[in-house]
């Protein structure tokens, strides 16, 4: 497991935290949760999706949305699969500021964090 970006979005007094870590083993996601649990212990929610490839071979691809409105998961695996990340865990951990963002509101932050972690990082493999 390796951590490849990092961002963070506050919206509304909501802080979210994006990253995105290149993995061998879907086990991997265990350790992740871990850490996120542990580095953003006031978070409610953090959540992820995995997507999984040998020789671009997809071999697994799964999402949680942690009890998240708006289905944040899968849209974190629809952007692995846009920028076709295919041995890649992007994780969102959220903590809630107090003020309701509706299922439109966190769904735009999910997206928009997690796009940003994953251009973020395709921007410096272009530029090294």
Same mark, same amino acid.
């Given at each position: 497991m390796e951590e490849l970006?990092?961002?963070?979005?506050t919206v509304k007094n909501s802080i979210f935290f994006g990253h995105l870590y290149c993995?061998?083993?879907?086990?991997?996601?265990?350790? @992740?949760?871990e850490l996120h649990k542990k580095l953003y212990n006031k978070a409610n929610h953090h959540c992820y999706a995995i997507n999984l490839s040998e020789n671009n071979t997809q071999i697994f691809?799964?999402?949680k949305n942690d009890g998240e409105v708006g289905h944040p998961g899968r849209i974190l695996l629809?952007?692995?699969k846009k920028?076709?990340?295919?041995s890649n865990v992007l994780c969102v951990s959220r @903590?809630?500021?107090g003020i309701h963002l509706g299922v439109g509101g966190v769904s735009r932050s999910f997206k928009n964090v997690g796009?940003?972690?994953i251009i973020h990082y395709i921007s410096?493999?272009?530029h090294n």
């Open positions: 970006s990092v961002g963070k979005l993995i061998e083993k879907k086990e991997e996601i265990d350790i @992740i949760i691809n799964s999402f629809e952007l692995l920028y076709s990340l295919q @903590i809630f500021g796009e940003s972690v410096k493999n272009i």
